[in-house]
């Protein structure tokens, strides 16, 4: 912690930033922080409770985040992709960031849970992470730290909604996203949803009806997933940030195992690796125009 | 001149098919297993074995009962030039909330005043009118309760028909309203007239919820007034991803936006849909124009019109302090932090003077 700490001060003294984002203690557990000087960095942690993907603070769209000039950010392995998505994807320039990886074992579900990791509390895409610190990094900080444990098969409830026939997988998700009131909750946290006009927001035409019924959801999430597949980072803040509890993270999940089986493309931490959604290739598979 | 009469446990499952039986739709807290936590929503229950009285808040709050996320205003019909309007109905079937909290039966008197303003809202009182609220004695709290810091209380009756306070055999039920005195009267063998003295009122759930946030809605108020253009929103603001979790939790949050939508060639509906302050399109104009240009002025607006817009209009706060849209906030939003930063702001301004 003193570590981050210290970087931190260092780069706001040596005018290498202007702001930081990482993460602080509050009322109920840990939440994002925007640190503005050298004398605000002992506000910084990090711990198992560190869950959120502050990459999505990147986005070119936040206008009150990018006024706060240049930045650094904290990141975990995970959030590394994101980042390396953006850029990617041009909407960030690697030299206009600083990163600060973490070391990271693994962090619980929700920022507000109390206690150590244990495999029972463990993020489910935590479980057979590899990645102890971002590759991505300016700067590493952080103890070592061993892999997480926990044998939970977080993919085993895609394999059986996979399992199930159309009428039943059909029930299963008009029920689901039957609760879904359209706040966007999933498409606001998400580092990889920064289109400056999102088609849901579009109203001539409205591809998407807005009204929160079963048509205007399945069109919102089936589009969303769609828009997300191979882009998707995974790092699980759509089902976070969901109040009405859909677990959303199966459908990228499914659409992750689509791309990887057709394309052998699973999302990286590289950002030079082009993704399937915005390359053409001639030997593209067309079997769908015969 | 309320009545005070009992229910007891065994006589709770009874009830409830009593009410169904009669032909009422009856909603109630029930259990929800997802991503490996059970959790607490109001639907609509079939079998009473399914009902959780006294558990953990419901995730989301009641007013979607009264005010669906979405509702047709009514379909039209074209034929080359015919145009036939069909308006939605305004009576609504019979419902029956068994189970309401505090927080979300007070909410609902608090929005009636804004949907009864300017002009009545047949969509909103016609199913307020269908509705009984049978509210429970909040049992239990956590960190983001503060509704005793709005004026109400785990045992606050306010926007209740019945109100059930738990007790070892069963529930007492004051019966507070006409509309209260008729489920009575369709009920009464079930509910007996409660004796002795009225069940003790535990007090320390009060008391956790005290600690949580003391304010004075008068004082914030004020400094709100005065602090329209404060360095301070612009700090608050910065976590914000300006999703509507937060609106969409509120059990007071009531705005809504109105879209046609075509069904096929000849029709469609009108619809109205829940809306929220802190997306940027709520305000977006046609033109491109946004006169909420940022998180900070979007933010902003959120408290002004709980703590100041809606208190000068209505003489009350836009809130009944159930601390979902803290539970709910992905980026750590803490409107009880927010309200104390700005509390003790309104006392340093006023000892300044």
Not at chain 1, 229 to 236: I, L, N, S
């Amino acid at each position: 912690m003193q570590e981050l700490r210290d970087l931190a001060r260092k780069l706001f003294q040596e005018r290498k930033i202007d702001a930081l984002l990482g993460y602080e203690c509050d009322r109920r557990g840990v939440r994002p922080a925007f640190v503005k000087a050298a004398d605000e960095c002992d506000r910084l942690i990090f711990d198992q409770r560190c869950v959120h993907n502050l990459a999505a603070y990147l986005s070119p769209r936040r206008s009150h985040v990018v006024a706060l000039g240049r930045l650094a950010v904290v990141i975990k392995s995970c959030d590394a992709r994101a980042v390396a998505g953006l850029i990617r994807e041009n909407q960030l320039k690697r030299e206009d960031v600083v990163l600060i990886g973490v070391r990271c074992g693994g962090v619980v579900l929700n920022p507000d849970e109390p206690g150590e990791l244990e495999s029972r509390n463990t993020a489910p895409r935590c479980v057979g992470c590899e990645q102890r610190e971002p590759a991505l990094a300016d700067h590493i900080v952080g103890e070592p730290k061993t892999a997480p444990a926990g044998n939970q098969d977080r993919d085993a409830r895609l394999s059986e909604i996979e399992s199930m026939n159309l009428d039943e997988r059909l029930g299963l998700w008009v029920d689901l996203l039957s609760r879904c009131t359209r706040c966007h909750a999933c498409r606001q946290v998400c580092p990889m949803c920064f289109c400056e006009r999102c088609v849901a927001d579009k109203t001539l035409p409205a591809w998407i009806e807005s009204s929160p019924h079963s048509r205007g959801n399945f069109a919102w999430h089936l589009t969303r997933a769609l828009h997300l597949a191979g882009r998707c980072v995974d790092c699980g803040e759509c089902e976070r940030a969901c109040p009405a509890e859909i677990p959303l993270g199966l459908l990228n999940r499914k659409a992750a195992r689509i791309v990887s089986a057709r394309y052998g493309y699973t999302v990286t931490d590289d950002p030079s690796k082009p993704a399937p959604i915005g390359t053409y290739r001639l030997d593209d598979g067309q079997e769908f125009m015969e | 001149m309320s009545k005070r009469r009992f229910l007891s446990k065994p006589d709770l499952g009874p009830f409830v098919l009593d009410l169904i039986g009669s032909g009422a739709r009856v909603i109630a807290p029930v259990r929800r297993l997802e991503r490996g936590r059970d959790f607490i929503e109001y639907r609509q229950v079939r079998d009473p074995n399914d009902i959780v009285l006294g558990g953990p808040l419901p995730v989301r709050p009641l007013k979607e009962i009264v005010f669906p996320p979405t509702e047709t205003l009514f379909r039209w019909r074209q034929a080359k030039s015919l145009i036939e309007i069909e308006e939605s109905p305004t009576s609504f079937e019979e419902t029956v909330i068994v189970g309401a909290t505090p927080c979300d039966a007070a909410a609902l008197e608090i929005v009636d005043h804004v949907m009864g303003w300017d002009y009545k809202d047949e969509l909103w009182f016609g199913r307020r009118q269908a509705t009984a609220v049978l509210a429970v004695a909040c049992t239990q709290c956590d960190e983001s309760c503060f509704c005793t810091a709005v004026g109400l209380s785990p045992q606050s009756t306010r926007g209740a028909d019945w109100f059930l306070t738990p007790s070892k055999e069963g529930f007492e039920i004051e019966v507070l309203t006409p509309k209260g005195e008729l489920l009575l009267e369709r009920h009464d063998t079930r509910c007996p007239e409660a004796s002795g003295s009225p069940a003790a009122r535990a007090s320390q759930v009060a008391d956790k919820v005290q600690a949580n946030l003391k304010m004075q809605p008068g004082k914030i108020r004020s400094w709100l007034e005065r602090h329209f253009e404060d360095p301070l929103w612009k700090d608050i603001a910065l976590r914000c991803h300006g999703c509507g979790a937060c609106a969409f939790s509120c059990p007071a949050c009531h705005c809504f936006d109105i879209m046609d939508e075509p069904e096929g060639m000849e029709g469609g509906s009108r619809r109205r849909n829940w809306d929220a302050c802190q997306p940027a399109l709520f305000t977006l104009h046609g033109s491109g124009h946004n006169p909420r240009k940022d998180q900070t002025a979007r933010f902003r607006q959120r408290i002004m019109h709980k703590f100041n817009i809606y208190p000068a209009r209505f003489g009350e706060v836009l809130c009944s302090g159930c601390g979902r849209c803290i539970r709910v906030c992905a980026a750590g939003m803490d409107l009880i932090g927010i309200l104390s930063e700005i509390g003790h702001r309104a006392e340093e301004a006023e000892s300044a003077l």
